[in-house]
Structures are given as structure tokens and as C-alpha cells.
T-cell receptor, first 113, second 112 residues
Framework: EAGVVQSPRYKIIEKKQPVAFWCNPISGHNTLYWYRQNLGQGPELLIRYENEEAVDDSQLPKDRFSAERLKGVDSTLKIQPAELGDSAVYLC???????????FGPGTRLLVL | ELKVEQNPLFLSMQEGKNYTIYCNYSTTSDRLYWYRQDPGKSLESLFVLLSNGAVKQEGRLMASLDTKARLSTLHITAAVHDLSATYFCAVDPRGSARQLTFGSGTQLTVLP
């Protein structure tokens, strides 16, 4: 069974540039999560989707971050414009439903210069 | 606000030795996860503990949960180099605002 797929794996951009990350969850998983992991810390939730509905986005910096999950499958997380402090690993995870074990993708390592 | 604290944050141990990683959390929960993360890689699910007194074992790792003490432990028996990684506990709180909250991780290095 294929796991959670993310792309790109690495991204280097200059500050104020836009950037987008893509995630394809495990087939059949209704719940999708985006996390940010800073160096030496655990992941922190940015947004959670139940199918195509964003049901928990309280931690998402809405002035510059946006996300979508069209058709309840793939998801895109965007940052515009990026700031130096956005450098981190962005992880996507999915689960069959809320409260079930989350399976993580390999992450996108973002460096903002 | 739920707080999850792991200790130690860094652990260096000799092969063949035993050690325990501790995970304390600040709110009621009966669902706790342990994940492993290798450098530059994503998180791999190790255990999910679903009730007070739950104990799960896989190879040299054993995890337990005491919901009354709000404490989980990850015990390592006869460590080997392949266990070197960062281990995270994550707590799923009860209630409507359920959001998996991770500890800061324990970076384990097993020395030959």
C-alpha cells in the first residue's frame, strides 16, 4: 500500500516569494493534516481536513498561509509571501478518520533565505 | 492548553543497556501515540495506547500508559545501534477540540 506522498521534498526560496506544497494521502483516508516541524521540536498542527472541509485551522497563519483539498483527496498548502521564520519541515499526514492513527509523509524541507 | 513533556531530551546509551523515556501530559487523555523519526525522514508510528494500563511491546521497545498519572513510558531493552533515532510521544486529548499534541522528542543515540 502506498504511503502519504509529498512534493517537493526540498525547496529553497528567497523571502517574499510564494511557495506551494502538495500532498496525496493514503487511499481511503478521509482526514488529512498539515503540520509544521521546526528543528528540534515535535510537529505542530496547522490545519485538519475532514474530506474537503477544513475543520480545524486555528493554528494556520491566515494572513500568509492558505490550504485547499479539492475533491477530498489531494491537498495543497501555500505560503505567500514567505518569511525567514517559515523555514521548517512541512509534514502531511492522513488517517482513516479523526482520532485514528495518523500516517505521515516524508515532508517538504523549506529554507527561506 | 495541553502540554506534553518528554524527558530526557537527549539520551546517549551503550549497546546492551536498558533505559526508559518518559512522557508527561497535562490534560485528560486515554489515547497516546509513540512515533519514531530517523534524521531527515518522516515519523513512523510505533505504538498507540488506548486505555489506562495499556502495555504494548515490539522487539526491544515496550510502551505503557498510566492515565491517572498522565504518564507514558517507552522502555528500551538491550539497546542496539539501529534504535538510534528521535522518539516522540503524542497525546490525543478528550473533548471536541481534539488535536494531536506532540512532545519535543527524545534524541536517542546508541553507542557501540
Amino acid at each position: 500500500e502506498a504511503g502519504v506522498v509529498q512534493s517537493p521534498r526540498y525547496k529553497i526560496i528567497e523571502k517574499k516569494q510564494p511557495v506551494a506544497f502538495w500532498c496525496n494521502p493514503i487511499s481511503g483516508h478521509n482526514t488529512l493534516y498539515w503540520y509544521r516541524q521546526n528543528l528540534g521540536q515535535g510537529p505542530e498542527l496547522l490545519i485538519r481536513y475532514e474530506n474537503e472541509e477544513a475543520v480545524d485551522d486555528s493554528q494556520l497563519p491566515k494572513d500568509r498561509f492558505s490550504a485547499e483539498r479539492l475533491k477530498g483527496v489531494d491537498s495543497t498548502l501555500k505560503i505567500q509571501p514567505a518569511e525567514l521564520g517559515d523555514s521548517a519541515v512541512y509534514l502531511c499526514a492522513s488517517s482513516l478518520q479523526r482520532g485514528e492513527t495518523q500516517y505521515f509523509g516524508p515532508g517538504t524541507r523549506l529554507l527561506v533565505l | 492548553e495541553l502540554k506534553v513533556e518528554q524527558n530526557p531530551l537527549f539520551l546517549s546509551m551503550q549497546e546492551g543497556k536498558n533505559y526508559t523515556i518518559y512522557c508527561n501530559y497535562s490534560t485528560t487523555s486515554d489515547r497516546l501515540y509513540w512515533y519514531r523519526q530517523d534524521p531527515g525522514k518522516s515519523l513512523e508510528s510505533l505504538f498507540v495506547l488506548l486505555s489506562n494500563g495499556a502495555v504494548k511491546q515490539e522487539g526491544r521497545l515496550m510502551a505503557s500508559l498510566d492515565t491517572k498519572a498522565r504518564l507514558s513510558t517507552l522502555h528500551i531493552t538491550a539497546a542496539v545501534h539501529d534504535l538510534s533515532a528521535t522518539y516522540f510521544c503524542a497525546v490525543d486529548p478528550r473533548g471536541s477540540a481534539r488535536q494531536l499534541t506532540f512532545g519535543s522528542g527524545t534524541q536517542l543515540t546508541v553507542l557501540p
